[in-house]
């Protein structure tokens, strides 16, 4: 059983930059896949960054990107503090929603798949 709580949302402008966290409960995080999803009023939850497990590469874990904030979010994790991070640089008006912190075994999908969910942290960007 894994536990994911969310926070570092909030209201920012245009331009700005928020970095959400999520820390983990259970004794084997390191071998799961996180990802942030995110959910905008009246549309679908959509993937925004996913992060693979720490073991199945030497060179370490993988990182995925929604095409939407590839070169201005970084997904990153640390695996001795049971963390998970999403620094988001330049944000615009349309990353306004709800960000959720998902995690599954091992391999990052970009759809459904994940078994455990945070509650939500809210980011609204003014423009």
């Known amino acids: 059983q894994v536990q994911l709580v969310e926070s570092g949302g909030g209201l920012v402008q245009a331009g700005g930059s928020l970095r959400l966290s999520c820390a983990a409960s259970g004794r084997t995080f390191s071998s799961y896949a996180m990802a942030w999803f995110r959910q905008a009023p009246g549309k679908e939850r959509e993937f925004v960054a996913g992060i693979s497990w720490s073991g199945g590469s030497w060179s370490g874990s993988s990182t995925y990107y929604a095409d939407s904030v590839k070169g201005r979010f970084t997904i990153s994790r640390d695996n001795a503090k049971n963390m998970v991070y999403l620094q988001m640089n330049s944000l615009k008006p349309e990353d306004t929603a709800v960000y959720y912190c998902?995690?599954?075994?091992?391999?990052?999908?970009?759809?459904?798949?994940?078994?455990?969910w945070g509650q939500g942290t809210q980011v609204t960007v003014s423009s």
């Open positions: 998902a995690a599954r075994w091992r391999i990052v999908v970009t759809g459904a798949g994940y078994d455990y």
